[in-house]
């Protein structure tokens, strides 16, 4: 093993994230050695022209103001692919037509009930600035986008959202523009996808296409010299992204973002090294599993990595 001292951290007045986030890296200290390493690889893969990366993240994050830190990536096309939650498209679309507030994670949630607000964590979604506007809005683009089909993908849909979007605010505006695959696999789990089943009632003949958002999933896929991956938390966006990589040998860089354990066997907790043992990630990958709030390890990753790009 390579004798390395470990470094204090020196704070000094004006110091970049980039220069706080390499001290982190010489420190040699538990999860900021880590969030360094991860800030490491990612730089690595997004500098590696033949690499398709992958994004993956819950829909928890969009109800925050981690929101931005997700739409600089698409926004500065450091991403190629995007897999994530049915809950992303509702938060995105929702914020950029409404607001959400500040809460508490201690607030009475029955109370909020007969006001009218849902409590997301210590995020206030008021019904007004979610369902309700998500109905008023979509329901019309759906009948334009959807005028003499039959059938649409869920990467066509979410596209041609994003195509009738004016915020740059929002994930789906800068999505379309860069021209940017986003795949919900779970498209019915979320207000957006109950808003199509709302619309099926009245046009039956519509069939949502999963095979064809698989279909071009395998085309990226098989035809990516190398793959790497920026994957937060867990669930269906974690696991799409790592099975579909298990076809073309595992992905060649990963970098893991989440807080769950792996003692319980979920997904969202396992380690990088459980999916070697798939085929998901190769065994020689540039990886690492950073435990922690994304809300905090995310920004600082994210302003790292775009300080050193620029």
Same mark, same amino acid.
């Given at each position: 093993?390579?004798?390395?001292r470990?470094?204090?951290?020196?704070?000094?007045?004006?110091?970049?994230?980039?220069?706080?986030?390499?001290?982190?890296?010489?420190?040699?200290?538990f999860?900021?050695?880590k969030?360094?390493?991860?800030?490491d690889?990612?730089?690595?893969?997004?500098r590696d022209?033949e690499?398709l990366?992958f994004?993956?993240?819950? *829909?928890?994050?969009?109800?925050?103001? !981690? %929101?931005?830190v997700?739409? #600089?990536l698409?926004? /500065?096309?450091?991403?190629?692919?995007v897999i994530?939650?049915c809950?992303?498209?509702?938060?995105?679309?929702?914020?950029?037509?409404?607001?959400y507030?500040?809460?508490?994670?201690?607030?009475?949630d029955?109370?909020?009930?007969e006001?009218?607000?849902?409590?997301?964590?210590?995020?206030?979604?008021?019904?007004?600035?979610?369902g309700l506007?998500?109905e008023?809005?979509?329901?019309?683009?759906?009948d334009?986008?959807? *005028?003499g089909?039959?059938?649409?993908? !869920? %990467?066509e849909m979410i596209? #041609?959202?994003?195509? /009738?979007?004016?915020?740059?605010?929002?994930?789906?505006?800068?999505a379309?523009?860069n021209?940017?695959p986003?795949?919900?696999?779970?498209?019915?789990?979320g207000?957006?996808?109950?808003?199509?089943?709302?619309?099926?009632?009245?046009?039956?003949?519509?069939?949502?296409?999963?095979?064809?958002?698989?279909q071009?999933?395998?085309?990226?896929?098989?035809?990516?010299e190398?793959?790497?991956?920026?994957?937060?938390?867990?669930?269906?966006?974690?696991?799409?992204?790592?099975w579909?990589?298990?076809?073309?040998?595992g992905?060649?860089?990963?970098v893991?973002m989440t807080?769950a354990a792996?003692?319980?066997?979920?997904?969202s907790?396992?380690?990088?090294?459980?999916?070697?043992?798939?085929?998901?990630?190769q065994?020689?990958?540039?990886?690492?599993?950073?435990?922690?709030?994304?809300?905090?390890t995310?920004?600082?990753?994210?302003?790292s990595?775009?300080?050193?790009?620029?």
């Open positions: 093993m390579e004798e390395r470990v470094s204090d951290i020196k704070v000094d007045t004006g110091m970049t994230v980039d220069q706080l986030v390499k001290a982190m890296s010489d420190s040699g200290g999860t900021a050695k969030l360094a390493d991860a800030v690889i990612v730089e690595k893969m997004v022209e690499c990366t994004l993956s993240f819950p *829909a928890c994050l969009m109800a925050t103001g !981690t %929101r931005g997700l739409v #600089e698409v926004k /500065r096309k450091l991403v190629d692919v994530t939650t809950g992303t498209l509702d938060h995105d679309l929702a914020r950029s037509w409404k607001h507030y500040h809460g508490d994670f201690n607030m009475d029955a109370e909020l009930r006001q009218g607000m849902n409590r997301l964590g210590n995020v206030i979604v008021p019904d007004e600035s979610y506007v998500l008023e809005r979509l329901l019309p683009m759906f334009e986008i959807l *005028a089909k039959d059938s649409i993908s !869920t %990467r596209d #041609e959202i994003g195509a /009738r979007l004016d915020n740059e605010d929002s994930l789906l505006y800068w379309h523009k021209q940017i986003i795949f919900v696999p779970g498209i019915t789990d207000s957006f996808g109950s808003q199509l089943w709302m619309y099926w009632q009245t046009h039956r003949n519509l069939k949502m296409d999963l095979f064809q958002d698989e071009d999933l395998s085309g990226l896929v098989f035809h990516a190398r793959s790497g991956a920026l994957i937060i938390g867990g669930g269906i966006s974690k696991h799409h992204v790592i579909w990589n298990q076809f073309r040998g992905l060649d860089y990963v893991y807080t792996e003692y319980d066997g979920s997904l907790g396992a380690q990088v090294r459980e999916a070697i043992s798939w085929g998901k990630v065994e020689n990958a540039w990886q690492v599993n950073v435990e922690g709030d994304a809300t905090i995310l920004p600082i990753m994210v302003a990595l775009v300080e050193r790009l620029e």
